[in-house]
């Protein structure tokens, strides 16, 4: 099996280096596969698809529509290999799978690392995976299964099984003559791992280190201090994290014994970090987190259903809110003019005060220690912004209306709901979190109505105190 080059060496094929932009996936270029594919042309689709890169490859599988698909898999599956696999979204994934001969899919699975293959073939279907595993070579098949007997989401799933370890008592000199008289070596690695008589890591040397210094050099002189191991059993996303507070670039893996089972890899903890951020903003936004552009209209729906319902109970409340001040509403027609801004300012406001806090608890800043301090800092941000745009919103109703005591209630009911909106916004995701619940999935509703409630009360209530 063979890595697949990073995306630094892969922006543009060797023999297109002299002609910039030849590669890209344009307008222009779908358009030519198109046309090939509904002419029957194979060698024109493989000819348009050959310079591609194969996230390019992925993106146009994307976004033409399932019968197009269909119509480039028939004429050209020999284009679908391996690296287009692993960049395809989940969703369309097991769809192309199906519709690959099955030969040309073994074959796309035999160019990837074990990593890459328990990426694809973990979702699938049992008789999926059964001839995938089948189609490999016995050790890439056998590392694959000790990968999946992994639990779902650990470092054991995200490692590659492919490592390059020496006895920590060799030189530079002996490492590199060892090296030099294996042919399974990965294409790409960035560590050479030592490990004691019981394989066991005890630390690891840049490639670049190792080559730089003299052949007589012991291995245990040139190793990193960052040197760090995870066991197997660890989650994905600590792991992705540590990657990205420490810069690191790779790090073995061990089993519960301390032995070395794999190596993480940096583009695979970036993935992991990158699907987090992608999770927490579908989730925030009440989207199936495994929503994509390629899903079925039923399935869109069917998605978004739950959460534009658990919207519609919160409305329902805030309105019923609205209907404990019918008389002042009447009474006064410009409070239902200025209603819909005080519930839109509320609004905005918590969301940005929930958005740094359920980021801030996926990436771990925001702690114990801190909570208090940010909460007080959320607390005065409120009433500074609610002070600012209650005189801003207190100058136009003055205007607009000619009424200087509505003036006053739209300013004071701004303060309380602004300063609501920020407060909520920070301490719901935090009570969320203590108590085992997704705050990106579950805060939204509770944000929204309490600056809905508070908004509404606040504005109305002080209208009918004051006013009436």
């Known amino acids: 099996m063979t890595h697949p080059a990073d995306d630094e060496t892969r922006l543009v094929p060797a023999d297109q280096s002299d002609e910039p932009g030849n590669s890209d996936l344009d307008s222009d270029r779908i358009d030519t596969i198109l046309d090939a594919v509904e002419a029957g042309d194979a060698r024109a689709v493989a000819e348009a698809l050959e310079p591609l890169h194969p996230a390019d490859i992925s993106d146009l599988l994307e976004q033409i529509s399932g019968p197009q698909r269909h119509a480039l898999l028939t004429l050209y599956p020999a284009g679908i290999d391996g690296e287009v696999l692993s960049e395809l979204d989940e969703n369309l994934r097991e769809e192309i799978i199906e519709a690959l001969p099955r030969e040309a899919l073994a074959e796309a699975m035999r160019e990837l690392d074990t990593d890459d293959v328990v990426d694809i073939i973990e979702d699938l279907e049992d008789d999926d995976q059964a001839f995938i595993l089948g189609a490999l070579e016995s050790d890439d098949r056998a590392a694959v299964e000790s990968s999946l007997a992994w639990p779902e989401y650990s ?52 490639l670049g280190r190792v080559l730089a210094s003299k052949r007589d050099v012991a291995l245990k002189d040139i190793t990193e201090d960052s040197f760090r191991t995870f066991e197997a059993s660890e989650s994905e996303t600590e792991v992705a994290l540590v990657f990205n507070k420490y810069h690191l670039i790779s790090t073995p893996v061990v089993d519960d014994a301390g032995r070395l089972v794999g190596v993480i890899t940096i583009d ?144 004071l009911a701004m303060v309380a709901t602004l300063t609501a909106a920020a407060l909520s916004g920070i301490v719901l995701p935090v009570i969320l979190d203590k ?34």
């Not at 658990?310 to 200025?338: G, K, R, Y």
């Not at 801003?392 to 739209?410: C, D, H, S, Y």
């Not at 619940?437 to 309490?450: E, I, M, N, Y």
């Open 155 to 206: 470092a054991g799933r995200l490692m590659q099984s492919e490592t390059v370890s020496a006895p920590q008592d060799w030189t530079v000199g002996e490492t590199i003559d060892h090296l030099r008289t294996i042919d399974w070596l990965p294409d790409q690695f960035y560590h050479v791992i030592l490990v004691d008589e019981r394989h066991r890591p005890t630390g690891h040397a840049t």
């Open 268 to 411: 695979d903890a970036m993935i992991v970090l990158d699907e987090e951020h992608e999770e927490d903003m579908l989730r925030m936004a009440g989207v199936n987190e495994e929503s994509s552009l390629s899903d079925r209209i039923v399935d869109t729906a069917r998605g978004r259903f739950l959460w534009l319902f658990i919207n519609l109970i919160t409305a329902i409340f805030a309105s019923a809110v609205i209907a404990q001040f019918e008389d002042a509403i009447n009474a006064m027609v410009a409070l239902a003019v200025l209603m819909p801004i005080v519930a839109s300012m509320g609004g905005n406001a918590g969301t940005q005060s929930m958005t740094v806090a359920v980021r801030a608890l996926a990436t771990r800043e925001l702690t114990g220690q801190n909570t208090r301090r940010v909460i007080w800092r959320e607390l005065i941000v409120g009433l500074i912004n609610g002070s600012a745009f209650g005189l801003i919103m207190a100058g136009v109703a003055g205007v607009w209306f000619g009424v200087p005591m509505l003036a006053l209630v739209i300013a």
């Open 435 to 468: 108590i085992k619940v997704d705050p990106a999935l579950a805060s939204g509703p509770f944000v929204t109505t309490v600056t809905d409630v508070v908004g509404f009360f606040a504005f109305l209530g002080l209208a009918s105190a004051i006013l009436l």
